[in-house]
């Protein structure tokens, strides 16, 4: 796997996947920057909410769940010192579908979390506290 992230003014980078995606990374105005994308450690957030999404899903799908919808919120804390890592992490799971089972979309999540997920994985292993939960919508 490879990346580049090419300085463009400010604080301001593109970053482009080995894949070929590109996208805008920015810092906030105090910082040099001009908003323009989101902050490096938000990439990290997202990058984890994006990875154990994937896993929910897909492991929700091998298992013939009828889902319809499925939105990860997270929020997190982070250290007030610099290093300011993340200290805890908290992923809320909202899946919808028709006849979903609680215990299929519990057990997605834990399978995720603790053998698939490798983002939540590394993260946790590096001294992140991460919590699950999630709703289920009937539709």
Known sequence: MKASIKWTDGRQFVAESGSGHSLVIDGPPDHGGRNTGPRPMEMMLMGLGAC????????????????SDC???????RADEVPSV???????FTVSGRGLKEKQVQRAVELSAEKYCSAS?????????ISHSFTIVEG
Do not use: N
């Open 121 to 129: 994985i590394m993260l946790g292993k590096g001294g992140v506290e």
């Open 71 to 77: 939105v990860a919120t997270l929020e997190a804390e």
């Open 52 to 67: 154990t999404s994937f896993d929910v899903l897909e492991i929700l799908e091998k298992s013939r769940a009828p889902v």
């Open 86 to 92: 993340f200290t805890r992490i908290h992923v809320h």
